[in-house]
Structure formats: structure tokens, C-alpha cells
């Protein structure tokens, strides 16, 4: 259904590899090879936490900082909880109308019925 379709989510902050061409793709994997093994640093906001920090920084935290980033595009996401919101609300509607129109299909029984025994 169309209030179902999840819109596209953004890529992460990070960036993501994009259909480009072969030779921009291997750069990009360099690139991450090289901060991967210690060979360049990583880039702002990582640093920006260490200066904040103002502590040494050890392996763990490094796990800690990339798994919280890594996992902060799940927490920033809304698509899912507003098609579940949509379905429940759609739900609850649908319901409401249905009692409602018992009811009325109740008591027109009802009245017909009162006629017809007088």
C-alpha cells in the first residue's frame, strides 16, 4: 500500500559507495584501508570526542565510538515507527466506523422492529 512505502534513508555520515566508476570506488576503498590500519588518522568527529575527552584513547574506546556511530543512522530513523503509527491509527479509525455503524444498523433494527409489533 502507498502509506506503506519506507522512504529511502540517508546515508550515514560516514558517506556510503554509490554506483560510481570503477577507479572512484577503489579510491574510496584505499582511502579506508589506509584509516583502517593506522595509516591516517580518522576524520573530525571522532577526533573532535578524544580532544574533548582529553584522555588517552584506547582500543575499546575506538570500538565504543565507531559502533555508536555506525549504529546512530538506526536511532535517527523514523520510517518504520511512522508506517506502524500510520497502520495503528488506520486500524483504530476503521474500527471506531465499524462500532459506529453497528450501532446505528442496532437501532434502526431496533425502531423498525418497535413499528412493526405496533
Known sequence: ???EK?????????GSLRAKTESEVENEVAK???V???LRPRVAQESLLVRWSRKKRDHVDEILVGE????EA????YDN???QVKNELTSCLLDSLIQETASAFSDIIAKKSRRDVS
Open 1 to 3: 500500500m502507498p502509506w
Open 6 to 14: 519506507v522512504t529511502p534513508a540517508l546515508s550515514s555520515w560516514r
Open 32 to 34: 579506508e584501508a589506509l
Open 36 to 38: 583502517l590500519f593506522g
Open 68 to 71: 555508536s556511530q555506525a549504529e
Open 74 to 77: 538506526e536511532w535517527t530513523r
Open 81 to 83: 515507527e511512522t508506517v
